[in-house]
């Protein structure tokens, strides 16, 4: 991954706040735009080529911190899985929680929907046994209003050439599928690696990237303020330490979903929603750093962010998105 990023440097020609605030005041955005998107799907590509080149693979896990583009690169990997002559199979890792009553307490007595024993193991790994072994099975679908798992009539047999892929946060851990043998799994951790300098040293750190985009989907599509995505965020990070990070050395590669363009695009939707964080707020000296480390990018305009594709790993966080979510 570091190898990557000094590629970037060169191909961005030094990748930093400047060098891109002159490539949005020259009019060549669409060619930042466009030469990011390539190296994604270049890389897409080389990952879908290393899974069809072990035959023995059947089951595809995703994992990665919060905002990271699990969804997306989940969506996106399997096209380029299928031009390898594979058919991917996505089921959500979501489906299999423990109907609510039965879901663990955390040290407050809330429910803790992070934990692995959130979700129901023994279950998942009966049904993945079963898929694998070329039966027939009725997947479940998880209704949160209620909070209860059901049956509506989804059935999978899986085919010679059919790979399952599951997206979630414990994908990494070996207790999510420790009845599913090692050469049968493929684990894919993506992760958020800054790539862009404000100057010569300092480097925008890349837990801000994550949370500008979670606070533009929250805002977007689950009616949240910044406020609140800023004031649970600890508590996110918090679980991550926990739960994801202790088992990204077991990943068979990983993908870094930053994009060139993305601090002047987020910067068109966030700084409007911090700006509006009263100064009474908790969260108001963080919304201030963000505004801060945002100021002095060039932000796109609509007209700029026509060029974004609708496949690309930010349109699940701005909208606009080809896949369905």
């Known amino acids: 991954m570091i190898k990557e990023m000094s590629m970037w440097r060169i191909l961005f020609r030094n990748n930093n706040v400047r060098t891109l605030n002159q490539a949005m005041a ?3 955005v669409r060619y930042v735009v466009n030469l990011s998107e390539t190296l994604h799907d270049h890389r897409y590509a080389e990952i879908a080529n290393e899974i069809a080149a072990r035959p ?3 089951l595809v896990l995703i994992a990665g911190p919060s905002s990271s583009g699990k ?5 996106r990997l399997a096209l380029h899985m299928r031009v390898n002559g594979l058919n991917p199979i996505i089921i959500s890792l979501d489906d299999y929680f423990r109907n609510r009553v039965d879901t663990p307490l955390d040290e407050n007595g809330e429910y803790d929907f992070e934990c692995l024993e959130a979700l129901d193991v023994p279950f998942l790994n009966e049904q993945l046994e079963q898929l694998l072994a070329g039966q027939r099975v009725e997947i479940p679908k998880y209704d949160f209003t209620s909070g209860t798992r059901k049956f509506e009539g989804q059935f999978l047999q899986l085919t010679e050439n059919d790979v399952l892929i599951m997206e979630g946060i414990h994908g990494l851990n070996p207790g999510l599928t420790p009845q599913i043998p090692t050469e049968e799994k493929f684990r894919l951790y993506v992760s958020v690696l800054t790539p862009l300098f404000i100057d ?3 480097r925008i750190p890349a837990p801000d990237y994550r949370l500008l985009r979670r606070m533009v989907r929250d805002n977007q599509f689950r009616g949240m303020t ?3 995505t800023i004031l649970r965020w600890p508590s996110v990070r918090s679980g991550e330490a926990k739960y994801i990070v202790p088992f990204k050395r077991l990943a068979d590669a990983e993908f870094n979903s930053v994009l060139q363009y993305e601090i002047p695009m987020l ?8 700006q509006v964080i009263p100064v009474s707020s908790l969260a108001y000296p963080e919304a201030q750093r963000l505004l801060g480390l945002i100021r002095s990018a060039i932000a796109m305009t609509p007209g700029d962010m026509r060029h974004i594709p609708p496949t690309s790993i930010v349109r699940e966080f701005i909208g606009g998105s080809s896949f369905h979510y």
Not at 71 to 75: A, E
Not at 267 to 274: D, I, S, V, W
């Open 26 to 28: 020259t009019g060549k």
């Open 56 to 58: 023995g693979v059947k």
């Open 71 to 75: 969804t997306t690169s989940s969506k």
């Open 200 to 202: 010569e040293k300092t």
């Open 226 to 228: 910044a406020e609140n």
């Open 267 to 274: 910067k068109c939707f966030a700084e409007p929603l911090l």
